[in-house]
């Protein structure tokens, strides 16, 4: 099955400010994190507090603001973020089971590592584009590894983000071509928040590449990540939800303690770029 990229048109509408959520989430092991039960949430006041330095500016002077806002963060080595995404993505009927992001599964904690049917940590912002690897920092920030199936983790590749393609097998939803990939319609959002989030926090000046999103595929190596245009669309049409507002708040809390800006102030997307 083919779809034209041109096949879905931008959906106009304003989305709101993103607030907490209270979804079941239990704190495993490797990394220090908080107690079983609801995530803790941080209260209007204490959001508004984080981002007192970014109100009132647009453009370059927005993004630049946001960057040494959400860079005061605590960092993960890569093995400890097996455990943490145990918990950001921890599947709010089932607390043994992860939700994995392309496919929608429930999947058990447990059933992670490289084999056929495991699920695995996916760079959403593919971890070549800039070539930092799994390292300390863009490698290991939660805010943009999500599990994923293996076999569909590596049919994405390091493939930027466009509409378009045909159907991935096993993945009902996505779709793939030579330079791109289409995720599911329920995290298209999540998708383009992650991206933007990379791009405000590495601007290259902390020894990585400075990340950037363009309106191009095929991106190889370079630091970049696609399409733009199409990411702002996806953002518009798939604001954030419970899931996605409730990860934000386990990341803060609990590992972290930095804030995806682009789930708790989706205006602010259209407000840089």
Do not use: C
């Not at 995404?85 to 490289?114: C, F, M, W």
């Not at 990585?208 to 190596?221: C, H, T």
């Not at 696609?226 to 507002?245: A, C, T």
Request: charge should be negative; charged fraction near 25%.
């Amino acid at each position: 099955m083919s779809r034209s990229r041109a096949s879905r048109g931008s959906v106009a509408g304003g989305i709101g400010l993103a607030v907490a959520a209270l979804l079941a989430v239990a704190a495993p092991a490797p990394v220090s994190a908080a107690p079983a039960g609801d995530a803790p949430s941080a209260s209007a006041s204490a959001v508004a507090d984080y981002y007192a330095p970014a109100e009132g500016r647009t453009g370059e002077a927005l993004k630049a603001a946001l960057h040494d806002i959400v860079s005061d963060q605590t960092k993960l080595s890569y093995s400890q973020v097996w455990g943490a995404l145990g918990d950001t993505d921890e599947d709010p009927a089932d607390p043994d089971n992860v939700i994995l992001l392309y496919t929608g599964r429930s999947q058990a904690k447990s059933e992670h590592g490289g084999d056929l049917g495991d699920w695995n940590r996916e760079h959403v912002w593919a971890k070549s584009h800039g070539d930092f690897g799994t390292s300390i920092g863009p490698g290991t920030d939660l805010h943009h590894l999500r599990p994923t199936d293996v076999r569909v983790n590596s049919i994405r590749g390091n493939k930027d983000f466009d509409n378009g393609g045909s159907s991935v097998s096993g993945a009902p939803g996505n779709y793939t071509d030579g330079d791109s990939f289409e995720p599911r319609d329920a995290v298209k959002g999540d998708v383009a928040r992650m991206i933007l989030y990379m791009a405000v926090r590495y601007e290259g000046g902390d020894g990585f590449a400075d990340l950037e999103p363009n309106d191009r595929v095929g991106n190889g190596s370079a630091p970049y990540h696609g399409r733009l245009g199409v990411l702002k669309q996806w953002h518009r049409e798939d604001p954030p939800d419970s899931f996605e507002r409730n990860r934000n708040e386990v990341i803060y809390s609990a590992y972290q303690h930095n804030r995806n800006p682009f789930i708790d102030r989706p205006e602010w997307v259209e407000a840089i770029w």
